[in-house]
């Protein structure tokens, strides 16, 4: 039956998305497929071409390239795709200072860049473009429910983070909504991978919660080792340290973690059923967060492929503002800003079978923009 | 400031030194030998880790995991000695830096392709999860405490190794003079595989251990290896005892740094700017004491002859 339901989603999908305009379109699609970040980017690649297969439009060819988590490296390719490759519209990168290297400068070209990840404080306030759309989040949001969520749970929270911007912003935006008391606030090295010296401190502080942000390989160290440790604290943090690429590696020791994202597995809505019933049997494994974000950037890119012609810009660009496509997250749309508004929910690790996945237990924020919104003039 | 948690931190740099000192007794042993620096150290922990993660999910015990760790690392550091190392010995310390700098990506990506992009996952044995109280009734990690003891009996097998035994007596000759023990009559293309296999044997060993309580992932070497050589140029370079100081001495510099700084910043500003800054000055804390080591002793503590 769900297949049936699926197979009918799509089909409709493809009806609407495969009419109007019949013209070449060419999307750059530049992240991170080698080395340490490679997962976050392989989720992103394989999600955003399932959507444009399942489409069908052939018309749309996509352009991947590798940035290996190196900014120069990404400017390169921005600029060749830009220039030689003659691109209609960029997306792709996960990390924030990439995004920050990259989208810019795009931008001032009058290219359409789309996030399907990284959503920096600069480009959603004042440095906002009409050019720039972010599919994913503002960078505080995840973090800001996360905070919203320990007032209801906790009284004395011990907060960390990796000392650079991300970082600084990510506890910044956990105390904007977070009233309680603060047991400590930590900020690590980035890319540390022992923290037997923080959980320590973590033992003595007498919190009664613990908040970290620790995206990629620190995340799996520090909660292996927090498990290990037997502190017992309920631990909390945004998506990134506990999505679907990482809890693998984690293994049983996640169990149990509250984590923020606007988006999981279980999400009740026929375009996220059929989204992870096809991920799932189109590569063998489950979707994360990252891949469901680049998944509603394909599908937002062909909703305005199928309304206005890409070579005009404007009619474009109010195409996608629209977001006139079946969000895998429900609901969604844009604020002045061009970032979304979007529920987040508070997820629990569980054990579905012997596969660890998230499930979720509440909602954070409903309608949630961002606090940076204000500040941009468009 | 409690004693249990002083006493735990202290142990934890001791444990984050012992760890150190695996990765920088194979670099410093096969620089002292071969006057060769191998950038390709980092891949080799890398390479015990994923051989360690793979065995232990195959056979579901750590125990063959770890012997897999150590037979698949020597068996790399072999056959990349034979392929490659083994044409650079008489090349310049630049050339050396730009092929095991190669290799490095060789190795990251031919991992990638033959275990995929997501991490792996690797638990301590549970023979070892345990916790056990300290003096002062704090708990302690046995595993950790345990990856203490593995350092010390390395350590001393090493010296044993190195000043009891013959295959010792060759490897301090190379030392001081590979053509002389050539001419005498040891063969010296196989020492020096030897050594190289037994150099990527500890970093192997080091990658399999810190795996179990870190993340095996591609790229996991290399901040390691930059701190391995953080230690070797503190120790001196060459020397296993500079290492073996060299290593205890960061591990507990890093460590009671990252605990201490933030505390005494918190006594002059608030705790969420102190937090900043004292983790920022932490972070710097062990190249400062490097820089400090080479003014003072410009060839590190225990520099080797010759």
Redesign the interface.
């Known amino acids: 039956m769900k297949k049936i339901v699926a197979a009918a989603v799509l089909g409709l999908a493809m009806g609407v998305s495969g009419l109007a305009f019949a013209e070449p379109v060419k999307i750059g699609l530049i992240t991170t ?4 970040g ?2 976050l ?2 989720d992103v690649r394989d999600a955003f071409q399932l959507a444009i297969k399942q489409s069908g439009n052939a018309e749309i060819t996509v352009i991947v390239e590798d940035d290996g988590q190196k900014p120069e490296l990404a400017v390169q390719i921005a600029d060749k795709m830009v220039q030689s490759d003659q691109v209609d519209l960029m997306t792709g990168i996960i990390w924030s200072n990439l995004a920050m290297a990259v989208v810019p400068s795009v931008t001032a070209q009058d290219i359409i860049y789309l996030s399907p990840n990284a959503g920096p404080s600069p480009l959603a306030g004042a440095g906002c473009s009409p050019n720039y759309f972010n599919v994913a989040y503002q960078n505080d949001n995840f973090h800001e429910a996360m905070g919203q969520y320990a007032n209801g749970e906790y009284k004395k929270v011990f907060i960390m983070a990796p ?1 650079y911007p991300a970082g ?1 912003d990510s ?1 910044t935006g956990f105390k904007r909504y977070y009233k309680g008391e ?1 047991a ?6 980035l ?1 540390q ?2 923290y ?3 959980i ?2 973590i ?2 502080s007498g919190a009664d919660g613990v908040f970290v942000f620790l995206p ?2 620190m995340g ?2 520090f909660t ?2 927090y498990a ?3 502190v017992g604290i309920p631990l909390m943090g945004p998506a990134f340290s506990f999505s679907q ?2 809890l ?4 049983d ?1 996640a169990l149990g973690v509250k984590n923020s994202a606007s988006w999981s597995n279980d999400l009740d809505n026929p375009a996220n059923k059929a989204f992870v019933e096809s991920f799932k049997a189109a590569y063998g494994r489950l979707p994360s967060v990252y891949a469901a974000q680049a998944f509603d950037t394909a599908n937002l890119i062909l909703s305005a492929v199928g309304k206005a012609s890409v070579k005009d810009k404007d009619a474009f660009r109010a195409a996608l503002k629209a977001a006139d496509f079946a969000s895998v997250r429900g609901k969604f749309k844009f604020n002045t800003n061009q970032h979304p508004i979007q529920d987040i929910y508070v997820r629990e690790v569980v054990k579905v079978g012997d596969v660890l996945t998230n499930k979720i237990i509440g909602t954070a924020f409903t309608d949630h923009g961002d606090a940076y919104a204000k500040d941009c003039k468009m | 400031m ?1 004693t ?2 002083f006493i ?2 202290l142990l ?2 001791l ?2 030194g012992v760890m150190l000192f695996l990765m920088a007794a194979g670099l410093t042993l096969i620089f002292g030998v071969m006057g060769l620096i191998n950038l390709t150290h980092g891949s080799l922990y890398m390479v015990g880790a994923f051989a360690c993660a793979a065995v232990a999910a195959w056979t579901g015990s750590f125990w063959l995991g770890l012997i897999a760790s150590l037979a698949a690392a020597a068996a790399a550091g072999a056959v990349v000695e034979l392929l490659v190392i083994r044409r650079l010995y008489g090349r310049d310390h630049l050339d050396q830096v730009l092929a095991t700098f190669a290799l490095i990506l060789v190795f ?2 031919g991992t ?1 392709w033959l275990f995929g ?5 690797l ?2 044995p549970p023979l070892l ?1 345990g ?1 056990v109280s300290l003096p002062g009734g ?2 302690y ?1 046995l ?2 405490l345990a990856i203490i003891a593995v350092g010390v009996l390395v350590a001393v097998g090493l010296w044993l190794l190195i000043s009891r035994t013959r295959l010792g007596m060759r490897i301090r000759a190379g030392e001081s003079d590979r053509e002389m023990i050539g001419a005498l009559g040891v063969d010296v293309a196989t020492l020096y595989t030897l050594v190289f296999a037994l150099g990527a044997a500890l970093a192997g060993l080091a990658g399999a251990m ?1 795996g ?9 070497g290399e ?1 390691v290896l930059i701190l391995a050589f953080v230690v070797i140029v503190i120790g001196g370079i060459g020397s296993i005892k500079g290492a073996l100081v060299g290593a205890l001495l960061v591990g507990l510099v890093d ?1 009671m740094g ?2 201490l700084l ?1 505390q005494a910043f918190g006594l002059v500003m608030n ?2 700017q102190a ?2 800054v004292g ?2 000055i ?2 710097m804390l062990i190249y400062l004491l490097m820089a400090v080591i080479l003014a003072v002793r410009p060839r590190g503590l225990f520099a080797a002859q010759g």
């Open positions: 497929t080698s080395g340490g490679a997962g980017g392989v000392n600084t506890l603060l400590g606030e930590v900020y690590t090295q890319g991978t022992d037997a010296a923080e320590a401190q033992r003595a990629g390989g799996i160290a292996k080792q290990q440790s037997g690429d990482v693998g590696a984690i293994g020791a | 409690q249990a948690l735990e931190q934890n740099g444990q984050l990251s990506e990638r992009s997501f991490p792996l996952y638990d301590i999860s916790a704090a708990q990690p595993y950790r810190v179990a309580i870190q993340s095996v992932q591609v790229g996991m901040p460590t990252r605990f933030p705790a969420s937090g900043l983790g920022a932490a972070s």
